[in-house]
């Protein structure tokens, strides 16, 4: 069994399982933190980031494709993303993809398009609709801000080398993409194969998948991958506390051989609750100053958290006249959609809906027109635009999608806050090519994935023989070193994964089922060798064939037909020898030895072995090694005293 890391991320995973002759793709994620080393793409032109001046040292002149801001430099084109690395293995031999959350998926056009994908994706249906969302919102940003010029020159790495950082430490450069297109999204979608939680599915008899609960977002997903005698779990993305999905099945993941950790908390040491709480004042702060409030977020995901926060928040603290703006191009799809899909949400949700309620909060806040969602700055909403307010908008590393526009509007006075909800992205990186800038910055990173401190009593409670995960969990963050509780210590320690690694995982298939046709079971004669233990020898045919093994009664030669010819030796049957007899017991040494003195032989010296005894027979100078899984009869030149001794031997053993 291998293990094939082709993503980085610890986060946004991409592993490859070989499991029993199947090849499973364990997530897609798409690494966008690439996006960060490029300039915004702005709605409207913007003369400030057009003046930006170009890069340039010594002989090496970039100032076409890199533009240098606030002492940073940032490439000039369209941002393009870090694949999963696709050299590692040969992708067109992966036979399913087994897909956890809709953010683990963006890189799914990429793979199923482009490597001559042939397999099956299998998700949840609220993972494939709202992951349809978020990619037809990312070629959605990009398509409509196209930038003719694209910058390739920056990646040589002989060049990229002499510039200055962040952009000189960009891991393998020449292998960013740009963004897919819809044509592409459609296609990869049209392969996925919906999948309910605890429902089972058999890939080629070999092996048999499962998706649980994972508790961290609408569908999300951890998996079971198991067959009749090994089980391997992946649990990527998961949450144990109270919010709006169904809670995450754990007493599944038990008895697990391997346990796959991917997807843990980003921010272990900002406890959510804590973090809503500071989002609701600082926001509360800047509108009763004057001031705007900008959230860049996902259409999807923690902004469901944020309206019911708001929405429960919003008479206290006399906010009800303030407008609340969500804009993205499916908004008002994403707003719907979490409310249809009730049966993935947890308990006290779903009761809302047979009441009936809206399961969310959001669906009053517009109805009584405090939340009012559009699909871009343009048409209804530069009409019915009015300040001070709060505007929910993408994309959250604020390089492209309307956020980039409420930045540059926004970003010269210091009324205005920007509240950063989304871990994902350094909130230093994404404002660098925004500098100098006055508006407060605020930062409130809410990840209900699980903490070090959580996963650990649940690895206590599942209890897997072997745990592999990134090797970022096994250490440290590097500005946090001392802090020893900001990773995974296990015992035995866990197995660390990077970037273009492969492991093999430490257990061994040592059973297969094998099943055995009704006549041939009928003719079986079974010896009892102990009680309440049978045994019975088998002569048959093993027929395999998709993975499922069968024993089958060896057929009988066809009856030759008479002919006058001679027939060559070659064309005859080949013999069906009956097997030898198996024999079962054990020969108690006395009893033995009163045996052989009854047929004569008396002079027999005894040693005792670590494996049994060693007869001397010294007359006949003969030795006989009784041990407990055989015995062995040394005896030169004479067969008629050998054969009279193993005839003895054989009265104490059982022929089965």
Not at 320 to 325: A, K, Q
Request: hydrophobic content about 35%.
């Amino acid at each position: 069994m291998k293990l094939y890391c082709l993503s980085g991320h610890p986060t946004l995973p991409c592993n490859v399982l070989k499991f029993k002759s199947t090849t499973i793709m364990l997530d897609c994620g798409l690494d966008t933190t690439s996006v960060l080393h490029f300039l915004p793409l702005p709605l409207v032109h913007s003369p400030r980031l057009s003046k930006l001046p170009g890069w340039h040292s010594g002989t090496v002149n970039l100032e076409k494709e890199v533009k240098e801001c606030a002492g940073r430099v940032f490439v000039d084109s369209q941002p393009e993303f870090c694949l999963p690395e696709r050299d590692l293995l040969d992708l067109s031999t992966i036979d399913v993809i087994l897909i956890s959350n809709y953010h683990c998926m963006m890189a799914l056009p990429y793979i199923t398009e482009h490597t001559g994908f042939t397999g099956t994706v299998y998700a949840t249906e609220p993972t494939l609709q709202i992951g349809r969302l978020l990619m037809e919102e990312l070629v959605n940003f990009m398509e409509r801000v196209p930038k003719a010029q694209s910058a390739t020159c920056w990646k040589n790495k002989e060049i990229q080398r002499m510039l200055p950082g962040p952009l000189k430490d960009a891991v393998d450069g020449r292998s960013w993409k740009r963004c897919y297109t819809m044509q592409e999204v459609n296609s990869a979608l049209s392969k996925v194969q919906l999948v309910g939680y605890s429902q089972k599915v058999e890939l080629f008899g070999a092996v048999q998948i499962s998706p649980l609960s994972s508790g961290y977002s609408l569908g999300s997903s951890n998996w079971v991958i198991q067959s009749h005698y090994e089980k391997v779990s992946y649990v990527s993305g998961s949450s144990l506390l109270t919010t709006h999905p169904q809670p995450m099945d754990q007493s599944s993941l038990k008895n697990s051989d391997v346990l796959i950790l991917t997807g843990l908390c980003q921010m272990p040491t900002a406890n959510p609750d804590g973090m809503l709480g500071e989002f609701c004042s600082n926001l509360a702060m800047t509108i009763r100053a004057g001031g705007n409030v900008l959230v860049p977020c996902y259409s999807s995901g923690v902004i469901y958290d944020l309206l019911e926060c708001l929405y429960q928040f919003i008479d206290s603290a006399n906010l009800g006249t303030t407008p609340f703006y969500f804009i993205s191009p499916v908004a008002n799809s994403s707003l719907e959609f979490s409310q249809i899909f009730a049966e993935w949400l947890c308990h006290n949700k779903q009761t809302k809906v047979y009441l009936p309620e809206p399961p969310f909060p959001h669906a009053e806040l517009i109805q009584t027109n405090k939340l009012k969602h559009y699909p871009s700055i343009h048409g209804d909403f530069s009409s019915e635009f009015r300040q001070p307010c709060v505007v929910f908008t993408g994309h959250p590393s604020l390089r492209f999608g309307d956020v980039v526009h409420f930045m540059e509007l926004w970003g010269k006075s210091s009324l205005n806050t920007i509240i950063f909800t989304e871990p994902d992205f350094s909130y230093l990186d994404a404002l660098a090519p925004y500098q100098p800038l006055a508006m407060k910055c605020v930062y409130c990173p809410i990840d209900t994935r699980l903490n070090f401190h959580q996963v650990s009593k649940l690895l206590k409670e599942v209890q897997p023989l072997h745990v592999v995960c990134p090797e970022q969990y096994t250490q440290p963050p590097a500005t946090q070193s001392h802090r020893s509780d900001l990773m995974l210590e296990l015992q035995p320690p866990p197995m660390a994964y990077r970037r273009c690694s492969v492991l093999n995982l430490p257990f061994r298939r040592r059973y297969e089922r094998v099943y055995i046709l009704p006549e041939l079971a009928n003719s079986l004669v079974p010896s009892e060798i102990k009680p309440g233990v049978s045994v019975a020898t088998v002569s048959a045919v093993l027929h395999s064939k998709d993975n499922k093994h069968t024993l089958q009664s060896v057929p009988k030669p066809p009856p030759a037909a008479p002919s006058k010819k001679r027939k060559r030796v070659m064309e005859e049957p080949p013999m069906m020898l009956a097997p030898k007899p198996l024999l079962s017991g054990a020969v108690p040494l006395e009893a033995f030895l009163a045996t052989l003195q009854k047929h004569g032989i008396t002079e027999v010296k005894v040693e005792e072995t670590a494996d049994g005894h060693i007869l001397h027979l010294q007359a006949e100078d003969t030795l006989i090694q009784l041990e407990e899984d055989g015995t062995h009869i040394v005896c030169d030149n004479n067969e008629l005293l050998r054969t009279t001794l193993r005839d003895l031997v054989l009265r104490f053993l059982q022929k089965l």
